[in-house]
């Protein structure tokens, strides 16, 4: 991912701070490649224990360092965007989808096959990842003290594609090169699997589901990140009150951020709720026909009429899963 401008500026001028840098690289290696091995072994675990057939499509790993005095998330949400696009396009193997050009042809043929069924897809999916990641590296731009935290997820996509995702991150205070400020060192890798077999099970139902245990873990985060929040003043009341108002900065700023990570996962979410649930209503009333089901009833509904032609596309998803229960 890189490193904020304020770093390689420092780098530029202190001789002992890039030594530190080169120091907190190495260390980032070896976080990275703990990370992968961790995220191999969930791999193994995950396909292995529902007898599925997988192949890696694409997988990338990376480090990012910022100072907090520029914290931000825009590099890691730019790089899953860039990566949601070319996905979308059906743009790999290539440089756009980091690993992709490792994957064998027969693993590309496969996803791309999927490609049409999750092709609406991809708003979600984007919010979704997006929301994970700054989820996982929002809880470092709170931390006055030096602590480390790794986390390891995996949430099925679309269509066969499932993500392996796992983070780790330390922060530093280090005043000898920055007055009153924190250092922060992230690990991100991930890994993303497709699997025919897995296609198969995974519906939009399946989705949704998931999707509403994410919501969840945004909304429990946004609670704790209140309470560390409340805490974290109090204590500065009682101590040194000249930290209050930067220390409140930090907190909204998280607090801001993963409110609005999950409200693009809610209005995505909502869009296909919306139609699940009317399809669900009225299920019994609408024209089937194209499926190989009778009409219930000679004024049935028909679907073009409900919905616009991307709700109508994801009403044929929903209803093809169904029959098919």
């Not at 992968?36 to 990376?62: C, M, P, Q, S």
């Not at 996509?157 to 280090?174: D, I, Q």
């Not at 998931?210 to 101590?239: C, P, V």
């Not at 409140?248 to 709720?273: P, S």
């Amino acid at each position: 991912m890189g490193k904020t401008a304020t770093i390689k500026d420092k780098e530029k001028q202190d001789a002992e701070f890039r030594s530190f840098m080169e120091k907190l690289g190495t260390e980032s290696k070896a976080d990275e490649d703990k990370l992968l091995a961790e995220i191999r072994t969930l791999v193994d675990e995950h396909y292995k224990a529902n007898g599925w057939d997988h192949a890696r499509l694409f997988g990338e790993r990376r480090s990012d360092y910022q100072n907090y005095g520029d914290w931000g998330l825009d590099r890691v949400n730019a790089i899953i965007k860039s990566i949601g696009d070319a996905l979308a396009a059906g743009d790999y193997p290539s440089s756009k989808v980091p690993g992709s050009d490792e994957a064998s042809k027969s693993t590309i043929e496969e996803a791309k096959k999927f490609k049409g069924i999750f092709a609406g897809d991809y708003s979600l999916i984007v919010a979704r990842v997006q929301a994970l990641i700054s989820g996982a590296l929002s809880q470092f731009s709170i931390r006055s003290e030096v602590t480390r935290k790794s986390e390891l997820r995996d949430l099925p996509l679309s269509g066969g594609l499932h993500l392996f995702f796992a983070s780790s991150g330390k922060v530093y205070k280090e005043n000898r090169f920055f007055s009153n400020q924190f250092i922060g060192a992230f690990q991100i890798v991930f890994e993303a699997y497709v699997s025919a077999d897995e296609a198969k099970y995974v519906g939009i139902q399946q989705i949704l589901a998931t999707t509403e245990q994410e919501l969840a873990i945004l909304n429990d985060l946004i609670i704790t990140i209140r309470q560390e929040q409340a805490a974290s003043l109090k204590e500065i009341l009682k101590n040194d009150i000249k930290d209050y108002q930067s220390t409140k900065a930090a907190y909204d700023l998280a607090l801001d951020d993963t409110k609005a990570d999950r409200d693009k996962v809610i209005e995505q979410y909502n869009k296909y709720k919306t139609v699940t649930d009317t399809v669900d209503r009225l299920f019994d009333e609408l024209d089937l026909t194209e499926f190989g089901v009778a009409a219930a009833a000679s004024e049935a509904l028909q679907i073009d009429h409900l919905f616009n032609p991307w709700e109508a596309a994801l009403a044929r998803r929903h209803i093809r899963e169904r029959l098919a229960a």
